[in-house]
Nanobody
Framework: VQVVESGGGVVQPGGSLRLSCAAS????????IGWFRRVPGKEREAVSC?????YYADSVKGRFTISTDNAKRTVYLQMNSLKPEDTAVYSC????????????????????WGQGTQVTVSS
């Protein structure tokens, strides 16, 4: 089981980025992919997940969209109207349960993590 993120970078406020999470070794039909982010000195924050339910953190609702391309075995996080406070290392993680996307996703529910990709929003 492996997940690998890509798509981070530096963008100006108001700009957009699309993160990708490529999955291997498991079926996206039965597993949940969650996106988390972490700022140094702060707790890891759940950003979004999509299983039987879809979750977005209040801070990203209306700006971020999660989607899945089963043929490519990839989950995307489209991030629009980016703000400086979105700056963080973004990681995707895989959980062998759809319950990992009921309520606020918790770190302990996810078993496999990518290495993370840096997103920097700055003028």
């Amino acid at each position: 089981v492996q997940v690998v993120e890509s798509g981070g970078g530096v963008v100006q406020p108001g700009g957009s980025l699309r993160l990708s999470c490529a999955a291997s070794g498991f079926s996206l039909d039965y597993w949940t992919i969650g996106w988390f982010r972490r700022v140094p000195g702060k707790e890891r924050e759940a950003v979004s997940c999509d299983a039987r339910n879809t979750y977005y953190a209040d801070s990203v609702k209306g700006r971020f969209t999660i989607s899945t391309d089963n043929a490519k075995r990839t989950v995307y996080l489209q991030m629009n109207s980016l703000k400086p406070e979105d700056t963080a290392v973004y990681s995707c993680a895989a959980a062998n349960s759809h319950y990992a996307c009921t309520g606020v996703p918790a770190v302990y529910q996810y078993d496999y993590w990518g290495q993370g990709t840096q997103v920097t929003v700055s003028s």
